[in-house]
């Protein structure tokens, strides 16, 4: 069933991440039960209990928790400073807007935009933009703003310049949802905010146009997809989440490629989800990811 709003109200979630050291547990906990809060769920991890890295997600519920988050945050500087951890408390009633970026290929854009309806992603969608014009009316009905910026030719400057315009400001996290453009440095870091890629799991063997032809060329029985934040590497940033799908000799090249359109859907779906709920941290360049 969809999750609405209201499900979520007076519910907070608090990611802590630091350098693990006895205590820390009982400090989180003990800050949240004198904040007059109660824990809903709780997970936790540490790559190495001597020295190593903590990673902490919690959400719990606290009646009157708009006023109350000054007070609590308040108390979480001056309980987890000494320990030198890092911390974010957000407000699960508030959902984080989302862009997303699309070009001719549908299934990805498609996917969120439904779920999106269906109460099943905790975001707002601002706008959808896009290179071509092809999903416009698809978008629209949605009741979602569409917006076309072309971007042709091997100068990007001017396109990536008027989608930094549209978004400054206005979102909170963009997705690509087979964007087939390469973003630049300079995007990524005007655009300040988390980006979310999906791509076939073929990279790199499989690397250009028609990954699909190739794919059934070499006689592959496994296809699937990756879901990753964008860093300055190509295709390289912390990975969210990955699936697979078994394929046999008999399926064409267009059969793999709509079994890897069901594949992407359902791995960019999850990815986003998660990145909403705030179910992922990211430490270097992998990630925690409390599912």
Not at 61 to 88: C, K, V
Not at 229 to 250: F, N, S
């Amino acid at each position: 069933m969809p999750q609405h709003t209201n499900a979520r109200r007076d519910h907070a979630c608090l990611i802590v991440h630091g350098p693990d050291q006895p205590g820390l547990v009982a400090a989180v906990t003990a800050l949240i039960t004198r904040n007059n809060a109660n824990i809903v769920t709780l997970d936790q991890y540490s790559d190495n209990p001597e020295g190593g890295a903590f990673f902490q997600r919690v959400v719990f519920h606290r009646p009157d928790l708009s006023a109350a988050i000054p007070e609590i945050e308040a108390d979480l500087q001056n309980t987890l400073g000494p320990y030198g951890m890092s911390w974010q408390l957000t407000d699960q009633s508030v959902p984080k807007r989302m862009a997303i970026l699309a070009s001719t290929s549908d299934h990805c854009l498609l996917e969120l935009l439904w779920r999106h309806r269906r109460g099943e992603l905790n975001v707002t969608i601002p706008m959808v933009i896009s290179n071509h014009t092809n999903t416009a009316e698809d978008v629209r009905s949605f009741g979602i703003p569409f917006f076309h910026i072309p971007s042709a030719g091997s100068d990007k400057a001017a396109a990536e310049a008027e989608i930094v315009k549209l978004l400054a400001g206005n979102v909170d996290f963009v997705v690509l949802a087979r964007y087939m453009q390469i973003l630049s440095d300079d995007f990524l870091t005007d655009v300040g905010v988390p980006v979310i890629n999906i791509h076939h799991s073929f990279l790199p063997a499989f690397i250009g146009a028609g990954p699909y032809k190739k794919a059934k060329e070499r006689g592959v029985k496994l296809i699937g997809a990756t879901s990753h934040y964008v860093t300055r590497d190509l295709d390289e940033g912390p990975i969210i989440e990955q699936d697979v799908a078994r394929v046999t000799h008999a399926m064409s090249a267009a059969d793999l490629q709509a079994r890897g359109a069901y594949v992407e859907r359902a791995v960019l779906s999850r990815a986003v989800q998660w990145h909403a709920e705030d179910r992922v941290i990211r430490h270097g360049n992998h990630t925690i990811v409390f599912t």
